[in-house]
């Protein structure tokens, strides 16, 4: 019995695979040379170059929306380098009129205060984003819902490729037994074979009839054998095409969830929110509560008063955007807060160029499959150029 065992074992490593190590599952990028088969199917070259050239333009939108706000940010940094520079004089009568839109500020959330309980960092925050709240909300409940059908998308996904691979083991299961029961009629085959010649000689029995019958059983299960190997391999192929497309899909679907999900973390930090809902709740209660009160709309008509003395008085010392100043004034009169809004928007953006390089190496990433595809398959080069052209890319493989 050992000694059965022992070939068990040989042959299951020899011909089954190991496809179940236990292991958490990674999705490579798709490469070429995985499947021949695969490339030579022009709808699946096709598909393979514009799923990379639709990487490539969702990138350079990301980087260009990304690039906008960047930009916008870089530009707050500029100002507040424009604002230390200032003269005294200048400087002082700016943080004089900084001084009273704190001093309102600080009057309307007392008002707040009494009856919504908010805390005072999150009235700050809304107070300092009060025009743009409404639209972002709007586009963090948008988001939110996107990233629910991501993910839905990437773990339906995650359970075609497993049912794939489940397939594909009982496949290479079933080649391992035909190659096995095969090996194990050639030897019956000769076992019986020998058994004839021996009576033949020894006894000198007819044994034509003896030949016939074993030649034929032997073909018969060959053949049948040989059918379902046949079979088999034919939908081993079909598989790995099949796998080979669902990592392509996999990869453009967990490029948008990357980009969903920063672009969420992006919006919470800037808010200081965990969630839509919760940015949503704190802007109900803000605006329900400071509506009610007839003292709150006078203070309100003062601070733009002195809001507007304050973006002219900016707007002559070369600030770009003074109007943002209007909402977070207390950084103008203590200078601990303009560092903590200088490490903000410092924060803001290296999580912005972040993204940026993310997006970048992507579109690197596609354009070096459709490079690595016309190099690995030259015959195919001038077709590729053909839908590089067709789809609005100017640049030429040759």
Avoid at 57 to 62: D, L, P, T, V
Avoid at 245 to 254: E, F, P, Y
Avoid at 293 to 298: A, H, P, S, V
Avoid at 310 to 333: C, G, N, Y
Wanted: with cysteine; net charge neutral; aromatic share 10%.
């Amino acid at each position: 019995m050992n000694i059965f065992k022992k070939i068990k074992k040989k042959w299951d490593s020899w011909y089954y695979h190991d496809l179940d190590d236990g292991e958490e599952e990674v999705w490579e990028e798709s490469v070429p040379g995985d499947a021949v088969d695969y490339f030579a199917d022009p709808d699946h070259r096709t598909v393979y170059v514009l799923e990379a050239l639709g990487q490539m333009a969702e990138a350079a939108e990301k980087c260009d929306a990304l690039q906008a706000e960047y930009d916008a940010v870089t530009g707050l940094l500029r100002d507040i380098e424009e604002i230390e520079a200032l003269p005294i004089k200048e400087k002082r009568d700016i943080m004089g009129l900084a001084e009273k839109i704190v001093q309102i500020e600080k009057d309307r959330r007392t008002i707040l205060k009494k009856s919504a309980h908010l805390p005072e960092d999150v009235v700050k925050v809304l107070e300092r984003y009060e025009k743009e709240i409404p639209d972002a909300i709007e586009k963090i409940h948008e988001a939110e819902d996107y990233r629910v059908l991501v993910k839905k998308d990437l773990k339906r996904l995650d359970k075609e490729r497993k049912n794939g691979r489940i397939l594909k083991q009982r496949l290479y299961v079933t080649l391992g037994n035909a190659k096995g029961i095969a090996t194990i009629i050639m030897v019956a085959l000769l076992f019986v074979l020998g058994i004839l010649l021996f009576m033949r000689y020894k006894f000198e029995y007819d044994v034509k009839l003896g030949y016939i019958l074993a030649a034929g059983m032997a073909a018969v299960s060959l053949t049948v054998l040989f059918v379902k190997y046949n079979d088999a391999g034919k939908e081993l192929k079909r598989l790995s095409k099949i796998e080979n497309k669902l990592i392509t899909i996999h990869n453009t679907v967990k490029i948008r969830y990357v980009n969903n999900t920063n672009l969420l973390n992006y919006y919470y930090m800037k808010y200081e929110v965990e969630s839509g809902e919760m940015l949503a709740e704190n802007w109900k209660i803000y605006t329900d509560e400071f509506s009610k009160r007839i003292r709150d709309e006078k203070l309100k008509e003062e601070m733009e008063r002195y809001c507007d003395k304050l973006m002219s008085a900016l707007h002559r010392f070369r600030v770009k955007d003074p109007e943002i100043w209007t909402r977070q004034a207390e950084a103008l009169v203590d200078p601990r807060e303009m560092v903590e809004v200088r490490h903000a928007l410092n924060g803001r953006r290296q999580k912005l160029r972040e993204q940026v390089e993310y997006n970048k190496e992507n579109a690197i990433i596609a354009k070096n499959r459709i490079a690595d595809l016309a190099k690995a398959y030259p015959q195919y080069l001038s077709e590729i150029n053909m839908l590089l052209d067709k789809y609005g890319n100017p640049e030429s493989l040759l």
